[in-house]
């Protein structure tokens, strides 16, 4: 749940980790970042991310804060994509869908840690006999709530 005070909603890693969904023409909304060697600038995501909040709540198409996700692809070493869940269109937004089994997994680490921790999920998923296709990231907090929390979680989830 989120308070008024609170930038990012507490985070429930039980409702993530190691769970199979099924996203059949899952809606979102679209941005590109550029980003160097996969380093984004800081204020360009802020930027992005409150402007596509902003055209999901205007539209109403906002869903439930403990079902919102922000998910970050990157492409290529130079541009980032970033994703945001809504239930309807958005009127003046890319509007895209998702379809297909992902797997999802939570980890607690620095934003560098990520090679690990797909090797990590790649592990985990040769065990279910699976190979990933692609990559998403929901980061659950901001930098200035994962340093007030004392943790960075994130949400790994592997086309499958």
Known sequence: MMDSDECCPIFDPQRWDEKTFQWDERRFIMESVPTLFHMPLPSSIGKKITRMWEMTTQSQAS?????????????S???????????????????????????SKVFDGPYNAIPRFMKEMESYLAGMGKEAEDYLVHYAYCPKCAKERGHNHLILFAKV
Do not use: H, W
């Not at 869903?63 to 492409?75: N, Q, T, V």
């Open 77 to 103: 070493a130079f541009r980032s994509e970033i994703y945001c869940t809504v239930t309807k269109e958005v009127p003046g937004a890319d509007n895209v869908t998702m379809s297909g089994t992902y797997v």
């Open 63 to 75: 869903p439930a804060i403990e079902d919102a996700l922000i998910l970050f692809r990157d492409p």
